[in-house]
């Protein structure tokens, strides 16, 4: 039986031995994926530590570069569990059809929308795609990305995710931020204090406090 390592870009899959005969199966199962890579997170602590350690109730300072890990590890869990970003971030979401990017994964897209660039691949490299041919709704949850009627359908290369957004999302600033969501960082943070047993990956809701949850399933953006 032939087979040969296949490596799908952008390190989607894993480089895999790869039975020929299943390559026509897979090929369709890879057309239909889709998905979001951050070009440039934020990163910034949301909750201070001084209000994290009035939260814990603690006056000491040994857990101070533990408490920052966890707040951290909250703004993760809680931009996970929302589908947001709590404050600027950059990211491309790819596809194969113009169509794959008509909603977009992560929220709330920020204002200077109008500068988010809708690319193709054709010819070897990427062609960004005028901006009278698509349209981009913030007034929507999740935003969405339409054509208008001057859209041209290019042809695109045979290759896989051969079209991309570049967009925006995030909070302006901090204090933008809603409450709820800041609230559900302490809490998350506090849990994950007290009880500093391992989390399983994958299992993200059950390990995050119901109270936290409550907090945030208002702002849950669902996406697919």
Do not use: C
């Not at 890879?30 to 890579?37: A, F, N, Q, T």
């Not at 006056?59 to 404050?87: C, G, H, Q």
């Not at 933008?176 to 007290?194: F, G, N, R, T």
């Not at 299992?203 to 936290?212: D, E, F, W």
Request: glycine fraction near 4%; charge should be positive; charged fraction near 25%.
């Amino acid at each position: 039986m032939w087979t040969f390592n296949l490596v799908v870009n952008k390190g989607y899959l894993k480089s895999e031995k790869v039975e020929l005969s299943k390559i026509t199966g897979l090929r369709k199962k890879l057309k239909k994926m889709k998905y979001y890579e951050l070009e440039d997170y934020h990163n910034s602590q949301i909750i201070t530590t001084s209000e994290l350690k009035t939260h814990l109730r603690i006056t000491f300072s040994d857990d101070d570069n533990y408490i920052v890990d966890l707040e951290k590890a909250a703004v993760r869990m809680v931009e996970e569990f929302t589908n947001l970003f709590l404050l600027r971030t950059n990211g491309e979401q790819y596809g194969n059809t113009f169509n794959d990017l008509k909603i977009l994964f992560k929220s709330p897209l920020m204002e200077d929308a109008a500068t988010s660039r809708v690319s193709y691949y054709q010819n070897g490299g990427w062609i960004v795609m005028p901006t009278i041919e698509r349209e981009i709704v913030r007034a929507i949850k999740p935003s969405r990305v339409y054509a208008t009627a001057d859209f041209s359908n290019p042809t695109t290369d045979d290759v896989f995710q051969a079209w991309k957004i570049n967009y925006n999302v995030g909070y302006a600033t901090i204090p933008d931020i809603p409450y709820p969501l800041k609230q559900a960082i302490k809490i998350i943070v506090s849990d994950m204090y007290e009880n500093r047993q391992s989390v399983i990956v994958g299992k993200i809701v059950s390990t995050i406090p119901r109270t936290a949850q409550y907090l945030m399933n208002p702002f849950k953006i669902q996406t697919l």
